[in-house]
């Protein structure tokens, strides 16, 4: 009896075809992106400059705090997250010129053409280390919306445009009216308040 031997399959060209489908599926398929917090970092000091003790005038702060379990609190009040951006709205703008908001001072802002009163409010964000991070970032996300509706009210109407859809020069000119003044402290233990 004679053996047959089966012929073998040529498979030279499987290594090819399994590279080709490699790059095919990573150049068609999209990786999760991470979105972030983007924050500008103030510039480092020079080395020779001196540090000055700054006063910061008690009505020019509104601190916003988030305990344990999730409770925010902005000043000394508890308030519900749908609160936040109102709050915050009326904090920066003072609109009655209320002794207890923050004081505007009148600055020259360059391509504005005239001094305008640039609200001098800080909102100094305070969250304990039990905090969750949904928390934490939905109160991120209600400080910053606020910021993004005064720009907008503000690019409406001196240029008739939201601030998304001015060019670059016009955007520095509108976050040098109403600037992003948030202050991030170090988590700390403020406890289960109610």
């Keep these: ?3 047959k031997k089966t012929p073998g399959i040529n498979s030279t060209s499987t290594a090819d075809i399994a590279f080709l489908l490699l790059c095919y599926f990573l150049m068609s398929s999209s990786m999760g992106s991470q979105s972030g917090l983007s924050r500008r970092l103030p510039p480092m000091p020079a ?8 006063k910061v005038n008690r009505r020019n702060i509104i601190v ?15 308030m519900d997250i749908s609160q936040l ?5 009326v904090f ?3 609109p009655n010129n209320d002794p207890d908001l923050p004081e505007r001072k009148l600055t020259a802002i360059e391509g504005l053409g005239e001094e305008y009163p640039v609200s001098q409010g800080v909102i100094s964000l305070q969250n304990d280390r039990g905090t969750s991070y949904q928390a934490y970032i939905a109160v991120q996300n209600e400080l910053v919306k606020a910021i993004n509706e005064l720009r907008d009210e503000f690019s ?10 001015l060019d670059e ?16 402290a170090e988590p700390v233990d403020i406890g289960n308040r109610r």
Excluded at 156 to 165: E, N, P, Q, S
Excluded at 169 to 184: C, G, L, R, Y
Aim: aromatic letters at 4%; glycine letters at 4%; a negative charge.
């Design 169 to 184: 020069d016009t955007q520095e000119i509108v976050k040098d009216a109403i600037p992003q003044n948030i202050s991030e």
């Design 1 to 3: 009896m004679s053996s």
């Design 92 to 94: 920066l703008t003072n």
């Design 85 to 89: 951006k109102d709050r915050i709205k």
């Design 156 to 165: 409406l109407a001196r240029y008739g445009k939201v601030f998304t859809a």
């Design 64 to 78: 916003v705090r988030i305990n344990s379990s999730d409770r925010l609190f902005a000043g000394s009040e508890p």
């Design 47 to 54: 080395e020779n400059q001196q540090l000055e003790d700054q």
